[in-house]
Nanobody, 120 residues
Framework: QVQLVESGGGLVQPGGSLRLSCTAS????????TDWYRQAPGKERELVAA???????NYADSVKGRFTISRDNAKNTVYLQMNSLKPEDTAVYYC??????????????WGQGTQVTVSS
């Protein structure tokens, strides 16, 4: 089994910054992909940023130029640096990892979610 633990959420004023972290632990051979999603009240969960196989990155149009996803493979940790935050960025943020176990089996795992609130 694999556990994902998130941290870094909180309350920030518009224009401010936060950095989210998500660390995986457990039975991990390798991490294939890492994503950040968010879900605002009354809305569907949406993909915010992703690091794909090979290291390429992908961002939702609404966060391009403001958010940066990065990964520390040695620590099994993915980060989301969020700058120039807007009230519409308010949501619960979730990390997701595609983990390869010994033997080649792959599974998706989700973090518990961390609240980000952007308000003055």
């Amino acid at each position: 089994q694999v556990q994902l633990v998130e941290s870094g959420g909180g309350l920030v004023q518009p224009g401010g910054s936060l950095r989210l972290s998500c660390t995986a632990s457990g039975s991990i051979f390798a991490i294939k992909a890492t994503d950040w999603y968010r879900q605002a009240p009354g809305k569907e969960r949406e993909l915010v940023a992703a690091i794909l196989t090979g290291g390429s990155t992908n961002y939702a149009d609404s966060v391009k130029g403001r958010f940066t996803i990065s990964r520390d493979n040695a620590k099994n940790t993915v980060y989301l640096q969020m700058n120039s935050l807007k009230p519409e960025d308010t949501a619960v943020y979730y990390c997701k990892m595609v983990v390869i176990h010994n033997g080649g089996r792959m599974n998706d795992y989700w973090g518990q979610g961390t609240q980000v609130t952007v308000s003055s």
